[in-house]
């Protein structure tokens, strides 16, 4: 394969450049540089014309031209692209400015029930200080509205009307935390807002998009009649996040065993529902026996017709946007009797993707999208020929695991950076997902299609019940083997892109045999081992005492070499919340023995003691003031270097504290409530106390 064979991949490379350097840049650019660039190609295009004859060095020249327009373009569409950058966008309005100004909005997304709130997406059309000053806005806010009635009912095209100073979202308050900020960040989202009953008002209905009016209104009656179908709550989850994108019903169990297997690819609609759905209506197509060219064309019409429909009804993330884009190219090629090559069909895709929505490029489902069908074009030949099994049931089998292997190989070192975990049977979850999925698929399909049919339609869900509940089953086992998911793997993002090189050169070295390129990963592969060699060393010493962000609750957590004690509240106890705080700060520490603990609980170690709220680490003293603390009183305070206010004490002064204890620095957790914090942190401030506020600042690591 030649350049010339893969020309969208030469325009993407350049093209992805730009993208890349506006995230990294963003507006720091200057336009005299971008103006003064755009002259030096004027120049140069006028000087290449000047030439009578195009040789080599003429094209060349063309070329590199041409590169730096792509890598202007991707800059350019970036910046178009951000809402910020609007001179209308509300937050030009704010100006950083605390002011509970008036919005009119219209509800952009589906509504997402949760325990205390609704969460929608508003889009901002209006904005002003008051009725009188209402001026035209642009931009997005996630909204949370406060539950009760009212807020149940609102639906997408929904116009209302609220009062509200929307928030910057925040960075992660704990450190190697899920980054909420960059997520939002990728769909062009940047702040949100608390919609208390009394602030806001639904004043219309019906706007929007006509088009996602009937698609939501289609997917909520499809989803009720695989509710009727599927009684049992596991299927039903996993058969409305297969058929219709709709992952809201998924339980914490069900997700971590798909994850775990390496399976969770299936509960996300992606290519692979695509190459099941383009097989299943390319197998039905065939019983028409038509071969001229103008059924051809109707064909390929109603094919790319069911194709977007059902990218669009699930939702059209960026792995189903990515496959519609490439088997549009591929049936049009078709169509046209033209030879199609499947790399520069995936480049031509990720290419108009991209200058749709550049902001795609930063979507963990378009990477992971990409690199996988990478890995499956390029290696999954190579693996499966390294085998012939003359059975037919083995031979399935094998295929199915050369498919597993190509796909986890591509997608290994990004894997391993955003979800630090490895799972070991994915081949064995592949076979099965292999052998269900696409069944699933057809049978699914086929009863919402004749859902209205009363005899046909229970057949249907009986047999789709049966398939679903033995995927789950064999997914569960599967979670249930020994050795399962390997945990705790943590890259830096220079870490991840090196092992890609290492990966990429082992591969070209396997495939090709020259043994002048093994000099790179064998390099690369010494430099890396040593780096972690260093990391861990670091790790063996590391003394740490953390104090995390935790809403409503205390979580502390003591570092010594690779063990960790963790004390917390009881109500915290089997509570998720610990682990989104706290997890991928140890798995970065390298923390492999971990204890928990409740506050009142004693501990005594080496290096440390902790017995009734107070503990000493190593040289450094915490003790913890509580409500309790109120009623005590001493003539001899105890001196300590950390006091960590906990659970909420109604103290009148600050001052009342100093009966108990003479301390160096105050802390104040998320177990104390917002607006006592920012008394007592306004009195520190006129004493000269030195404070710490968790809530606020984020996690406060104290290296001892």
């Given at each position: 394969m030649t350049w010339q064979q893969i020309p969208f991949l030469r325009l993407l490379i350049p093209f992805l450049s730009g993208i890349i350097s506006y995230h990294w840049l963003g507006t720091a650019v200057p336009w005299e540089i971008l103006?003064?660039?755009?002259?030096?190609?004027?120049?140069?295009?006028?000087?290449?014309?000047?030439?009578p004859k195009p040789n080599v060095s003429v094209i060349r020249g063309w070329g590199m031209l041409l590169s730096i327009l792509l890598i202007q373009a991707g800059y350019f569409v970036s910046y178009a692209y951000d809402a910020r950058n609007s001179p209308i966008h509300f937050d030009q309005f704010l100006n950083g400015k605390a002011t509970n100004s008036l919005y009119i909005a219209t509800i952009d997304s589906p509504i997402k029930l949760n325990a205390k709130s609704i969460k929608a997406t508003l889009n901002l059309s209006i904005q002003g200080s008051n009725i009188k000053t209402l001026t035209p806005c642009t931009g997005k806010v996630i909204a949370?509205?406060?539950?009760?009635?009212?807020?149940?009912?609102?639906?997408?095209?929904?116009?209302?009307?609220?009062?509200?100073?929307?928030?910057?979202?925040?960075?992660?308050?704990?450190?190697?935390?899920?980054?909420?900020?960059?997520?939002?960040?990728?769909?062009?989202?940047?702040?949100?807002?608390?919609?208390?009953?009394?602030?806001?008002?639904?004043?219309?209905?019906?706007?929007?998009?006509?088009?996602?009016?009937?698609?939501?209104?289609?997917?909520?009656?499809l989803l009720q009649t695989l509710k009727i179908h599927l009684p049992?709550?596991?299927?039903?989850?996993?058969?409305?996040?297969?058929?219709?994108?709709?992952?809201?019903?998924?339980?914490?169990?069900?997700?971590?065993?798909?994850?775990?297997?390496?399976?969770?690819?299936v509960l996300a609609v992606s290519g692979l529902h695509i190459g099941i759905l383009?097989?299943?209506?390319?197998?039905?197509?065939?019983?028409?026996?038509?071969?001229?060219?103008?059924?051809?064309?109707?064909?390929?019409?109603?094919?790319?017709?069911?194709?977007?429909?059902?990218?669009?009804?699930?939702?059209?993330?960026?792995?189903?946007?990515?496959?519609?884009?490439?088997?549009?190219?591929?049936?049009?090629g078709q169509s046209l009797n033209r030879k199609i090559n499947t790399y520069n069909a995936l480049a031509a895709s990720a290419f108009v993707l991209l200058t749709i929505?550049?902001?795609?490029?930063?979507?963990?489902?378009?990477?992971?999208s990409y690199l996988a069908l990478i890995g499956i074009l390029y290696l999954y030949p190579k693996i499966y020929k390294r085998c012939y099994i003359e059975n037919k049931l083995g031979d399935w089998l094998w295929n199915g695991v050369a498919l597993s292997l190509?796909?986890?190989?591509?997608?290994?070192?990004?894997?391993?950076?955003?979800?630090?975990?490895?799972?070991?049977?994915?081949?064995?979850?592949?076979?099965?997902?292999?052998?269900?999925?696409?069944?699933?698929?057809?049978?699914g399909i086929a009863l919402l299609c004749f859902s209205w049919v009363p005899l046909l339609s229970s057949l249907l869900g009986y047999l789709l019940y049966g398939f679903l509940f033995l995927m789950n089953s064999l997914i569960f086992l599967i979670q249930q083997l020994p050795g399962a998911v390997w945990e705790?793997?943590?890259?830096?993002?220079?870490?991840?892109?090196?092992?890609?090189?290492?990966?990429?050169?082992?591969?070209?070295?396997?495939i090709h045999r020259q043994l002048k390129v093994a000099i790179i990963p064998l390099t690369l592969t010494i430099l890396l081992f040593g780096y972690h060699a260093m990391i861990d060393y670091q790790q063996i010493q590391q003394r740490q005492l953390c104090i995390y962000h935790s809403r409503k609750s205390t979580l502390i957590s003591y570092l010594n070499g690779t063990k960790a004690i963790t004390w917390m509240d009881s109500t915290l106890i089997g509570n998720p919340q610990v682990q989104y705080a706290q997890q991928n700060h140890l798995w970065s520490a390298g923390i492999s023995n971990h204890q928990f603990h409740v506050l009142e609980d004693s501990v005594q170690r080496n290096t440390l003691y902790y017995k009734q709220y107070k503990g000493q680490f190593r040289q450094h003293r915490l003790s913890l003031y509580t409500p309790k603390h109120l009623h005590h009183h001493s003539h001899t305070p105890l001196e300590v270097d950390y006091l960590l206010i906990h659970g909420n004490p109604k103290l009148k002064s600050i001052q009342q504290i100093e009966d108990l204890f003479f301390y160096k620095t105050l802390i104040f957790d998320a177990s104390n409530s917002r607006w006592r914090i920012q008394q007592w942190s306004k009195e520190c401030q006129k004493l000269g106390i030195h404070f710490i506020d968790v809530s606020t600042q984020g996690a406060c690591i104290i290296d001892l």
């Open positions: 103006i003064a660039i755009y002259a030096l190609l004027l120049g140069g295009i006028f000087l290449l014309h000047l030439k949370y509205f406060q539950l009760d009635t009212n807020s149940t009912k609102l639906q997408y095209g929904d116009v209302i009307t609220f009062h509200a100073t929307p928030q910057t979202l925040s960075p992660p308050l704990n450190p190697k935390a899920f980054d909420s900020r960059a997520y939002y960040a990728t769909q062009n989202i940047y702040h949100q807002t608390y919609l208390p009953s009394d602030q806001w008002k639904r004043i219309g209905s019906g706007q929007g998009h006509w088009l996602y009016h009937f698609i939501y209104r289609l997917r909520s009656q049992s709550p596991n299927e039903y989850a996993v058969a409305s996040a297969l058929l219709l994108g709709a992952k809201e019903e998924l339980n914490q169990a069900l997700r971590n065993a798909y994850a775990d297997t390496g399976a969770m690819h383009v097989g299943l209506l390319s197998f039905l197509f065939s019983f028409i026996r038509r071969s001229d060219v103008r059924w051809l064309r109707i064909k390929t019409l109603l094919l790319l017709t069911l194709l977007w429909s059902f990218a669009l009804l699930t939702g059209a993330s960026a792995s189903v946007l990515r496959a519609c884009t490439m088997f549009s190219f591929v049936l049009i929505n550049p902001l795609m490029l930063f979507q963990v489902g378009f990477q992971l190509a796909a986890q190989i591509a997608t290994l070192p990004i894997s391993l950076y955003y979800f630090h975990q490895f799972p070991t049977f994915f081949w064995l979850s592949g076979i099965v997902v292999a052998a269900t999925a696409g069944i699933i698929l057809s049978v705790g793997f943590w890259l830096e993002s220079w870490e991840m892109w090196t092992w890609y090189i290492v990966l990429i050169s082992t591969v070209y070295l396997l």
